[in-house]
């Protein structure tokens, strides 16, 4: 299995504000994906981080609001843009070895007021 | 694109007893069907998967079988302990593209 550190675990912040989420994994994969999980909710996936081009968005979501970077293949970035409390959610990192199998960071509860 | 329903959404057990959570996909292409545990606070935890080739896994108290033609998988978790309450995620696959995921099950095991 990876080990997936995501940074910050939580945080609370302004209507207006960005906050940028840190994804580091241990060993170099395939694939990584940022995922959103509403309260009592299942998984909605944001994006696809592409390593050396832009992110591929699910619908609904998009690149000004999202911004992902993915520059080498153990780290990533999502970016929450202008925040409001509809953004307040956890916001998960993914990955996915060549076999399929998919890990996840422990989360970021992220909290706008 | 794939869709994965899953049941039940809660589940209540007396503690020693067996629960079985069941998922249907509609990608016959699919190949991979991971279940994972959440706890409150954590990330989802992958506990087993299997692949199309496969009927059956097992791994101590839990097991997973598949059943292509019918499209449907599920999970028996048996003798179930207080620690096993989480909820839980089923999700399938189709090679090296994001996992679609059921809506969870909410187990809890009365002691």
């Known amino acids: 299995s990876a080990v997936i550190s995501q940074k910050p675990s939580r945080d609370i912040c302004q209507r207006g504000t960005s906050l940028t989420i840190q994804c580091q994994v241990d060993?170099?994969?395939?694939?990584m994906f940022w995922y959103r999980q509403q309260p009592g909710q299942s998984l909605t996936l944001i994006a696809t981080a592409n390593q050396g081009s832009e992110a591929t968005y699910e619908s609904g979501f998009v690149i000004d609001k999202f911004p992902i970077s993915r520059p080498n293949l153990t780290f990533s970035t999502l970016t929450v843009s202008n925040m409001s409390p509809e953004d307040s959610s956890i916001y998960l990192c993914s990955v996915e070895y060549a076999n399929t199998e998919a890990f996840f960071g422990q989360g970021t509860r992220l909290t706008v007021v | 694109g794939e869709n994965v329903e899953q049941h039940p959404s809660t589940l209540s057990v007396q503690e020693g007893d067996s629960a079985v959570i069941k998922c249907t996909y509609s990608d016959s292409a699919s190949n991979y069907f991971p279940w994972y545990k959440q706890e409150l606070g954590k990330g989802p935890q992958l506990i087993i998967d299997?692949?199309?080739?496969?009927g059956e896994k097992k791994d101590q108290r839990i097991a997973v079988t598949l059943n292509k033609t019918a499209k449907h998988f599920s999970l028996h978790i048996t003798e179930t302990q207080p620690e096993d309450s989480a909820v839980y995620f089923c999700?399938?696959?189709?090679?090296?593209?994001?996992?679609?995921f059921g809506k969870g099950t909410r187990l809890s095991v009365i002691a």
């Open positions: 060993s170099q994969v395939t694939m």
């Open positions: 999700a399938a696959i189709r090679g090296n593209t994001p996992l679609v």
């Open positions: 299997i692949r199309s080739n496969v």
